[in-house]
Nanobody
């Protein structure tokens, strides 16, 4: 089970850090990623990290502003989001890549 947290309301230019915690049976030998879904839009890829955390990848829209961190030993993953923009407003989800069942996500709202 994956549980996302850390969302909230922030002004443009602000920062948030999202957390993703895995519980129950965990197998860290997966690429894990963050995804988001804005109102009226399809869910989209944001960033991912390989199981060894040796690489990270970012969507062009967030590269240079978002940083993914993954800690295999305690089954957690974070997404540090800086210089947030109104277009970053969405529900953010963590999941394996390719994704399995979706959790509840965490809402991020960026005001202009």
């Amino acid at each position: 089970q994956l549980v996302e947290s850390g969302g909230g309301l922030v002004q443009a230019g602000g920062s948030l850090r999202l957390s993703c915690e895995a519980s129950g049976r965990t197998d860290d030998h997966y690429t894990m990623g963050w995804f988001r879904q804005a109102p009226g839009r399809d869910r989209e890829y944001v960033a991912s990290s390989g199981w060894s955390a040796a690489f990270t990848d970012y969507a062009d829209s967030v590269r240079g502003r978002f940083t993914l961190s993954r800690y295999i030993t305690n089954h957690t993953m974070y997404l540090q989001m800086n210089n947030l923009k109104p277009e970053d407003t969405a529900v953010y989800y963590c999941n394996a890549v390719p994704p399995g069942a979706w959790g509840q996500g965490t809402q991020v709202t960026v005001s202009s």
